[in-house]
T-cell receptor, first 115, second 115 residues
Framework: EPEVTQTPSHQVTQMGQEVILRCVPI?????FYWYRQILGQKVEFLVS????????KSEIFDDQFSVERPDGSNFTLKIRSTKLEDSAMYFC?????????????FGPGTRLTVL | GDSVTQMEGPVTLSEEAFLTINCTYT??????LFWYVQYPGEGLQLLLK?????DKGSNKGFEATYRKETTSFHLEKGSVQVSDSAVYFC??????????????FGKGTLLTVNP
């Protein structure tokens, strides 16, 4: 069964460093998403992406964040200069189509720890 | 804005016990409602969904009914198994307010079922 994969599973970095979190969405999916969950808090939407551009972003997704689909399979989230409060589990998701009925398929997450 | 509130965990039950996880929501428009489950080391998986009032979503013995009058979508299972141990997330997708159908999640409820 097709699945969304994410690498690495755990990333430890120093404050101020750049990190890139990688995701491989399901191959025939067209819509891509990043969510994050700070420990003990809700899963929060960060950004959605379609046709090589951002279709929606949350207030969390400021200038320190960027997303890219560098080739036909990967979807990346870059944090330019990490802060302590960026420590969280980051989930990538993809869907065939958009719409409120459409299932989003999630990856297992990358745990980011900023020291 | 939209929000989802679900009962705080952790919830610990014995095998074959009855499970209820409460979920209530607020939404601008007429949302679709979802329950996602996350097993250890895996991504969030869609468990069930309901797209209009009085719809009942069901899967793997779990059920939830969309109650518009009480803005609720409580998850129930008549007889839990050890293999149901996981984190359960209530979520909504709301076409109102200009959303691009992002998911809004609750905090998640950790369920542990003991043999």
């Amino acid at each position: 069964e097709p699945e969304v994969t994410q690498t690495p599973s755990h990333q430890v970095t120093q404050m101020g460093q750049e990190v890139i979190l990688r995701c491989v969405p399901i191959s025939n999916h067209l819509y891509f998403y990043w969510y994050r969950q700070i420990l003990g808090q809700k899963v929060e939407f960060l950004v959605s992406f379609y046709n090589n551009e951002i279709s929606e972003k949350s207030e969390i997704f400021d200038d320190q964040f960027s997303v890219e689909r560098p080739d036909g399979s990967n979807f990346t989230l870059k944090i330019r200069s990490t802060k302590l409060e960026d420590s969280a589990m980051y989930f990538c998701a993809s869907s065939v189509d958009r719409g409120q009925y459409n299932e989003q398929f999630f990856g297992p997450g990358t745990r980011l720890t900023v020291l | 804005g939209d929000s989802v509130t679900q009962m705080e965990g952790p919830v610990t039950l014995s095998e074959e016990a009855f499970l209820t996880i409460n979920c209530t929501y607020t939404a601008t428009g007429y949302p679709s409602l979802f329950w996602y489950v996350q097993y250890p080391g895996e991504g969030l998986q869609l468990l069930l969904k309901a797209t209009k009032a009085d719809d009942k979503g069901s899967n793997k013995g779990f059920e939830a009914t969309y109650r518009k009058e009480t803005t609720s979508f409580h998850l129930e299972k008549g007889s839990v198994q050890v293999s149901d141990s996981a984190v359960y997330f209530c979520a909504l997708s709301d076409p109102g307010g200009g959303s691009n159908y992002k998911l809004t999640f609750g905090k998640g409820t950790l369920l542990t079922v003991n043999p």
